[in-house]
């Protein structure tokens, strides 16, 4: 708890200019959850073997031979976790939100938990012990010796570097791709309230400039009042945006012929016909339209109804401008009407001053610093969230090194008997080495390519574009999981070499 209140003043510095740094003070809340969630993870994991000791007979114990864990045991363990994730559920104070945290952690741990089992039985099966070099067959015999062992370390590894590999392909290739994504001549300037009598001076204006394609779109101001001959209310709908979309006026289009951006997917869209509308997927979705619906928008006083005849997936990416609703005729009679223009600003200094200056009474909103500053915002919150992610791979390591430790003493009884045998410390050393390296390799090269699929889907569900990520991936993941695991367990096994023989075997025996 005290950790976590001197990482929120770094975290504040983090996003910077995005929060006031004149938070109020820190509420009790968080000092409940802490304790909670630390008595929680100690009473899951700390009391199942405790619980069973007094059951122990005095002989096993001297023998270091617990047993496995008693039904008891197996239901503290049981309520423990579930008291865990009741606990990510209050602090989610969103129960779909919690249910995507618990999910997503048990899966993953899962996963990992399974693909390692499975790693560790094919090595088992790979390495030929009549031609391997004896380190790879004692590193292997050391691993598959103790399997629920190696599933730990790999999945505790697996999950932090999980977190950590995923946020670096957010930051570099994921939004590398959404900026590619973007064709190099998409209109960075949006400008609205356009008069009609402005419209041959303001499109000569871009053609003097050397603008040759731009957007040009009539935008028309209504209410959507009625939905096949019923009235239509915010209270009708469930959903928050649904609620604002019926509560505010849309932005109405017309245009002859469909936008070449956007893709008509159901119903036909006929040019010219009248009384007809064509309405964006997304938005039908969320008001429960559908073909043949009839709505009726009030324009400025005036009740238009058209009824839907198709219904459109519209590229928001495009950076094109893009209407939820849009009439296939060329224009609407006796309706107020403004024009919008959307085209790619020439590099030329001032010009935007002076389209200002000619009509004073325009909007020009320049994308191209908008995009910049959004991108100035991401670049903050993935650095404070990867900040908050390196504790992650910090318990992982943590837990590495718990589970590496909790074998010490049966490596030193069998490094000692190895020893006594002839095996020199130099081959014990590579042992313990490859086998430390394998189950960091294992874990980063699994993270990564986890990564990668969790990236490819953000891309293809979340942000709609194409992207391939590097095979350098798993191949850097697995490196730096090797890197990791070698040093957590070089730190807790680095005494077991250095015993002499004699010691170990004779405390063996005792």
Not at 70 to 90: D, E, I, N, Q, Y
Not at 119 to 148: G, H, M
Request: charged share 15%; net charge positive.
């Amino acid at each position: 708890m005290a950790i976590g209140y001197g990482v929120h003043h770094v975290f504040v510095q983090l996003l910077a200019g995005l929060v006031d740094s004149a938070l109020p003070a820190a509420s009790f809340w968080p000092v409940v959850f802490g304790l909670g969630m630390g008595m929680t993870l100690l009473f899951t994991f700390g009391l199942p073997p405790v619980l069973q000791l007094a059951q122990v007979p005095p002989l096993r114990v001297m023998r270091r031979d617990l047993g496995a864990i008693k039904p008891a045991s197996w239901l503290v363990l049981t309520l423990g976790v579930t008291g865990f994730a009741a606990l990510l559920l209050a602090v989610a104070r969103d129960v779909k939100l919690g249910l995507i945290a618990v999910g997503g952690f048990g899966g993953a741990v899962l996963l990992f938990a399974g693909l390692a089992w499975l790693a560790v039985k094919l090595l088992r099966r790979l390495v030929n012990e009549s031609t391997a070099p004896r380190w790879l067959v004692l590193a292997t015999r050391q691993i598959s010796a103790r399997p629920a062992y190696a599933v730990v370390q790999v999945s505790s590894l697996a999950v932090g570097l999980l977190a950590l590999v995923l946020l670096v392909l957010l930051r570099t290739d994921l939004i590398s791709s959404w900026r590619a994504a973007s064709p190099p001549d998409a209109p960075n300037r949006f400008v609205i309230n356009i008069q009609p009598d402005q419209t041959q001076d303001f499109q000569k204006v871009l053609r003097d400039a050397g603008i040759q394609r731009y957007d040009w779109y009539p935008m028309i101001r209504g209410r959507l009042v009625q939905v096949n001959g019923r009235d239509v209310h915010p209270d009708d709908y469930s959903e928050d945006r649904a609620k604002r979309m019926v509560d505010r006026e849309f932005n109405l289009s017309t245009a002859e012929q469909a936008p070449a951006h956007n893709e008509v997917v159901a119903g036909r869209w006929t040019p010219g016909e009248k009384h007809a509308l064509s309405v964006e997927e997304g938005i039908a979705k969320t008001l429960g339209l559908k073909l043949g619906d009839k709505l009726t928008f009030d324009i400025a006083g005036v009740q238009n109804e058209a009824r839907i005849t198709s219904l459109r997936k519209v590229d928001w990416g495009s950076m094109h401008a893009n209407f939820f609703v849009m009439y296939p005729v060329d224009h609407l009679e006796d309706v107020a009407v403004t024009y919008l223009a959307a085209y790619r600003a020439p590099e030329v200094a001032g010009f935007d001053n002076a389209l200002v200056r000619q009509f004073p009474n325009i909007t020009n909103v320049d994308m191209g610093s908008t995009l910049a500053q959004v991108q100035q915002v991401l670049d903050q919150v993935i650095r404070a969230v990867e900040f908050l992610f390196i504790f992650t791979l910090a318990a992982g390591l943590v837990v590495l090194f718990a589970a590496v430790t909790a074998t010490r003493e049966e490596r030193a009884r069998e490094y000692a008997i190895m020893r006594a045998v002839g095996a020199r410390a130099s081959l014990l050393r590579q042992v313990q080495r490859a086998e430390l390296a394998g189950v960091g390799l294992l874990a980063g090269f699994l993270a990564s390519c986890v990564a990668m699929v969790i990236g490819w889907a953000l891309a293809r569900y979340a942000f709609d574009f194409v992207w391939t990520a590097s095979l350098w991936v798993p191949l850097v993941g697995a490196l730096a999981g090797a890197v990791l695991a070698w040093l957590a367990g070089w730190w807790g096994l680095r005494e077991v070499l250095r015993r002499p023989v004699m010691t170990t075997l004779r405390d063996a025996a005792q």
